[in-house]
Each structure stands twice: as C-alpha cells, then as structure tokens.
C-alpha cells in the first residue's frame, strides 16, 4: 500500500513506497505519474556514469594506437644517439651510451645545403599553390562557374595518371628548356602536382562560408580582392593551413621527380637520406640521425599549425 505526499512548489502528489522512500509506485507509472526527482536523480547519475565508462574506453585505446604510431618515431630518435655498434645489435641495445656524433656526421656530409632546397622547393610551391587554389575554389564554390561539377572532375582526372608514367616527357621536356638540376623546376612541378588536392580541399572549406556574409561585403562596395582578403580568406584560415601543411609535407617527402631531375646542385632531403645506404658496413645510426632532421621541419610546421589543422580537417563535418 502506498501513500502520497503533497509537492510543496507545485501541488501534486508523488507517491512514496513505504520500503523506498525515494521510489516509484509501479501503478502509478503504468498511469504515466512522472517519478519523483531523487529517482530522476539516480537515473541520470547512472546514465552519467555508463558515459564516463565509455569515455574512459575510448580514452585508452586512442592512447594505445597513438603510442603505437609513434613508437617508430621515438625509436628512430633514440637510434640516432647510438653508435653504429649498438644500433645494428640483435636484440636492440635500449641502454646503450648516447652521443652526437652521428648528427656531426650528417652536418659534415652537407645536410644544411640539401635542406634548404627542400625549403625553397616546398615553401614556394606551397606558397603558389595557395595563390592560384585560393581564386579557382571561390569560382567554384562561393560564385560558381557553369558545369562547376565537370571542372571538379577535371582536376580529380590529373591525379588518375602514375607519376612515373609521365616521367619519361617530363624529363625530356625539362632537358630541351635546360631545366635540369634547376630548384625552381622542381618547384614548378610540385605546384602542378598539388593543385588539384588544393582546389578539392579549399572548394569543400570555401562552401561553409554563409553567402550573407559576402553579400553584405558586396553591397558596402568590396570587390573580389578585397573580400577575398580581407573576409573569405580570415574565415577560411583553418582550411589554408590544412592545406598549406598537406602540400607542404607532399613536396617535402616527394622523391621520384627529384631523384630523376636533379643532381648536385638542387638536390632535396629525400636523396640526402638515400646517400647514407650502402651496402659495406654499418650505417643504421647515421641514417636515423639525418632522417631525424629531415623529418623535423614536418613536424614543427604540424604542431604549430595543429589547433588550426584539426579544425581544418573536421570543417564542415557536422552541420
């Protein structure tokens, strides 16, 4: 048998089981009787707590596939410190004396020279990409063009043929203008070969933008440089930079047009690396150590542009 107890700030009637002071009558919420608020309570303690639990799950298994990802690169730091005697041990030495010599190794053999090709090669390729991506994804998005579909697709299409089976004209389209071992033939070709992702990426950013806002920069009598500078490109920040570092990192890491097209003077990291392979003696300690410093720019320009990279890459996943 149950009673009821007046509610004092509303009047009605909870009812109140004489074992369970704080419980429902069954009756009473077969009749629809909402129950009363320490079980409303309960229940979201618990629902509170299944999520904490989940999270908490979640939680531990990105921390698992992080620290398996970059378990590879710590090692290949700690390798670097090595000497090649202890690199090359089977088991691996964990404890093993570390040193410098192997980075003085890599400065002395000129790392700094193919270094700064890779600079000028990455930064002003990314650089120009941006200019030119910039324009054609507002064309294509924010005022599009007729057929803006087909366009799209046409630029996919350039990335549909292997590198490597243009190669061959490429290099002897290179010859014939004298552009071999030249940094800014590179450059050349790694803004071709990261248009297409630039314009696909900025086109999807550049869509999330609400046209009111270009209107009304319209009617106060700002033409196409001025909104795209001063509005659609401070409200697409979060897409330049994840692009910029996308393109960046391609060019960086790009080896087959490289390797073919240049020899001593323009030479980039990814052959600097490959120079350190032999097949007499030891040279595992010397290897991780340059490519410890080949991959060092990356990782720098990623962590300062990671608030604005994460935000780049979720943009406009949800709505």
Same mark, same amino acid.
């Given at each position: 048998?149950?009673?009821?107890?007046?509610?004092?700030?509303?009047?009605?009637?909870?009812?109140?089981?004489?074992?369970?002071?704080?419980?429902?009558?069954?009756?009473?919420?077969?009749?629809?009787?909402?129950?009363?608020?320490?079980?409303?309570?309960?229940?979201?303690?618990?629902?509170?707590?299944?999520?904490?639990?989940?999270?908490?799950?979640?939680?531990?298994?990105?921390?698992?596939?992080?620290?398996?990802?970059?378990?590879?690169?710590?090692?290949? &730091?700690?390798?670097?410190?090595? =000497?090649?005697?202890? %690199?090359?041990?089977? @088991?691996?030495? !964990?404890? +093993?004396?570390?040193?410098?010599?192997?980075?003085?190794?890599?400065?002395?053999?000129?790392?700094?020279?193919?270094?700064?090709?890779?600079?000028?090669?990455?930064?002003?390729?990314?650089?120009?990409?941006?200019?030119?991506?910039?324009?054609?994804?507002?064309?294509?998005?924010?005022?599009?063009?007729?057929?803006?579909?087909?366009?799209?697709?046409?630029?996919?299409?350039?990335?549909?043929?292997?590198?490597?089976?243009?190669?061959?004209?490429?290099?002897?389209?290179?010859?014939?203008?004298?552009?071999?071992?030249?940094?800014?033939?590179?450059?050349?070709?790694?803004?071709?070969?990261?248009?297409? &992702?630039?314009?696909?990426?900025? =086109?999807?950013?550049? %869509?999330?933008?609400? @046209?009111?806002? !270009?209107? +009304?920069?319209?009617?106060?009598?700002?033409?196409?440089?001025?909104?795209?500078?001063?509005?659609?490109?401070?409200?697409?920040?979060?897409?330049?930079?994840?692009?910029?570092?996308?393109?960046?990192?391609?060019?960086?890491?790009?080896?087959?047009?490289?390797?073919?097209?240049?020899?001593?003077?323009?030479?980039?990291?990814?052959?600097?690396?490959?120079?350190?392979?032999?097949?007499?003696?030891?040279?595992?300690?010397?290897?991780?150590?340059?490519?410890?410093?080949?991959?060092?720019?990356?990782?720098?320009?990623?962590?300062?542009?990671?608030?604005?990279?994460?935000?780049?890459?979720?943009?406009?996943?949800?709505?």
């Amino acid at each position: 048998m149950s009673t009821r107890t007046p509610d004092q700030s509303t009047g009605t009637r909870h009812p109140v089981d004489p074992l369970d002071a704080h419980g429902a009558d069954p009756g009473d919420v077969a009749q629809g009787i909402a129950p009363p608020p320490a079980q409303k309570r309960r229940r979201r303690r618990s629902s509170s707590g299944d999520g904490d639990r989940a999270g908490w799950r979640w939680a531990t298994l990105a921390w698992v596939l992080t620290l398996l990802f970059v378990a590879p690169v710590f090692w290949m &730091i700690l390798t670097s410190f090595h =000497q090649e005697s202890d %690199a090359a041990t089977s @088991p691996p030495s !964990l404890f +093993a004396p570390l040193s410098f010599d192997n980075y003085a190794a890599v400065f002395d053999r000129g790392a700094s020279t193919f270094l700064i090709n890779s600079a000028i090669a990455s930064g002003v390729s990314t650089l120009l990409v941006l200019i030119l991506a910039v324009p054609a994804a507002y064309a294509l998005s924010i005022r599009p063009v007729e057929k803006w579909t087909d366009v799209m697709f046409f630029f996919l299409s350039t990335k549909f043929l292997p590198p490597i089976a243009a190669l061959l004209p490429v290099y002897l389209i290179v010859k014939q203008i004298g552009g071999l071992d030249n940094i800014y033939t590179l450059v050349l070709l790694y803004t071709a070969m990261n248009m297409p &992702i630039a314009v696909w990426m900025m =086109q999807s950013f550049l %869509a999330e933008i609400p @046209p009111e806002i !270009l209107e +009304a920069a319209q009617v106060d009598g700002a033409g196409f440089l001025r909104t795209v500078w001063s509005i659609v490109t401070p409200m697409a920040s979060p897409g330049l930079a994840a692009t910029a570092l996308i393109c960046f990192i391609f060019s960086w890491n790009e080896f087959m047009f490289a390797v073919n097209l240049t020899a001593t003077v323009s030479a980039t990291s990814p052959i600097f690396l490959v120079g350190f392979i032999s097949s007499q003696g030891l040279f595992l300690a010397k290897l991780c150590a340059a490519a410890t410093l080949v991959s060092l720019p990356v990782m720098i320009a990623g962590f300062a542009a990671q608030d604005k990279l994460v935000r780049g890459l979720s943009l406009g996943a949800v709505k």
